[in-house]
């Protein structure tokens, strides 16, 4: 997530808080967050200022609480394709449908129907009292801001974390609520102003509708180079699935030599030296060498945030890289190629790898020199370097743990 999503988050929601059906009727919520109960003459007292901060600040809490609900539900469905380059283009495509139904461009009967809550009910009398009506309002007008919060809905479930959705929705609530406080606490003073701005209310949903159908645009056409890399990964996985399948074919009959290239491991000799000064980044930005290993054992993975199976597996690798590390016999890392195969950028790779707590090293292959000299064609593949430096095994597909630590006690 970049502070560009965050931004339009907050824009979002200043466009939800001038939208035709909530700007109207500010009046009424300011003036029960700022007056006290009904006197005798049936006025009602205007609160202390004390009193007024607390009322509106529960009741901003209160929409928040439901909207950062949204944004961690949308990203908790979004979690299970994450950095799906074909989800990514069909939540673009919903947002830039909703911004062009914003302008005025495209009529959907749907999105023009208006349900409001009941409000009658709710009698705020005092701070818990004004957390429900901000319970109250956020459940209520969601339908009429419906195709504003969609968007940014949309873009929490393309971000694929818990965190980014929670933070997008937050965002959101702030861009809608500080106009709130501000009005509230300056009611008098900024009311007429206001009333002002309805006559260009259309004016500034067709541009915020604009701004929104942009968005989604460049969200579609972003994904693709992530498209044709997604594609060419799926053939590079169907191939190592092949190679698997023969491999157990090929067990059946007879017990190959450890070491000999066999059906699902790639031919050694044919690999440039290359590799081993190839320059990788870590997740903070530190440069590294393959070579810089040299005098122990080294096994690599070169995986994908994209690759279902791959992110199933990370456990597993992970406690190999615990073991290993305890006992300082081998050096296990992982490699990453962003921006290719379908993989996300690195800067994006670098933020889902901490949210997701990646405690396996990682090292990002970033313009995809060491894949390439490698000859990386599908995912995982697991590269084995002994002690000195030498390529003794690349195998394409997955390993179970006992194969795995085989191999890794005959590097050490």
């Known amino acids: 997530m970049d502070i560009a999503s965050i931004v339009s988050a907050v824009g979002a929601g200043l466009l939800s808080f001038f939208s035709p059906c909530i700007l109207p009727l500010l009046p009424v919520y300011i003036g029960v967050l700022t007056t006290g109960p009904t006197q005798g003459e049936g006025e009602r007292a205007d609160l202390g200022l004390g009193a007024q901060v607390a009322r509106t600040l529960a009741f901003v809490l209160g929409i928040s609480c439901v909207f950062v609900g949204l944004g961690i539900g949308a990203a908790t469905l979004g979690n299970a394709a994450a950095s799906n380059p074909y989800l990514n283009v069909v939540l673009g495509l919903a947002i830039f449908v909703c911004g062009l139904f914003l302008t005025g461009i495209l009529r959907i009967d749907a999105l023009q129907r208006e349900h409001r809550a009941n409000l009658s009910r709710i009698k705020v009398n005092g701070v818990a009292g004004a957390f429900l009506l901000g319970l109250a309002f956020s459940f209520g007008w969601t339908p009429c801001v419906g195709p504003i919060l969609g968007s940014i809905l949309a873009l929490a479930a393309g971000e694929g974390t818990v965190a980014a959705g929670a933070v997008l929705l937050l965002a959101y609530a702030l861009g809608l609520c ?75 009959d007879d017990d190959p030599v450890v070491g000999t290239v066999e059906a699902g491991d790639e031919d050694t000799s044919t690999k440039s030296s290359a590799w081993k000064n190839v320059v990788l980044t870590d997740l903070d930005g530190n440069a590294h060498k393959l070579s810089e290993y040299k005098g122990k054992p080294l096994y690599f993975e070169f995986w994908g945030s994209w ?59 970033t313009n995809g020199a060491l894949s390439t000299h ?19 095994k690349i195998r394409v597909g997955a390993i179970s743990v006992d194969e795995l630590e085989g191999l890794l006690s005959q590097l050490s």
Not at 194 to 214: C, D, E, N
Not at 230 to 240: F, H, L, R, T, V
Request: negative net charge; hydrophobic residues 45%; charged residues 15%.
């Open 178 to 252: 500080v106009p709130f406080v501000v009005l509230t606490l300056g009611a008098s003073a900024l009311m007429s102003r206001v009333h002002s701005l309805y006559r260009y209310l259309p004016v500034i949903q067709k541009v915020g509708g604009a701004l929104i159908a942009a968005m989604g645009l460049w969200m579609v056409l972003s994904q693709v180079g992530a498209l044709a890399n997604a594609s060419k990964a799926y053939d590079g996985g169907d191939a190592a699935q092949i190679s698997e399948q023969s491999a157990e074919s090929s067990q059946a």
């Open 307 to 365: 690759c279902t199976s791959c992110v199933q597996d990370l456990g597993q690798l992970t406690d190999v890289y615990r073991e290993h590390e305890e006992l300082g016999d081998v050096v296990v890392v992982s490699v990453v190629v962003p921006g290719q195969f379908g993989e996300r950028s690195a800067d994006d790779f670098v933020q889902w790898a901490r949210d997701n707590d990646v405690e396996v090293p990682v090292l990002m292959d």
């Open 374 to 392: 490698l000859g990386v064609s599908g995912f995982p593949t697991s590269v084995f370097v002994s002690s000195d430096g030498q390529l003794y």
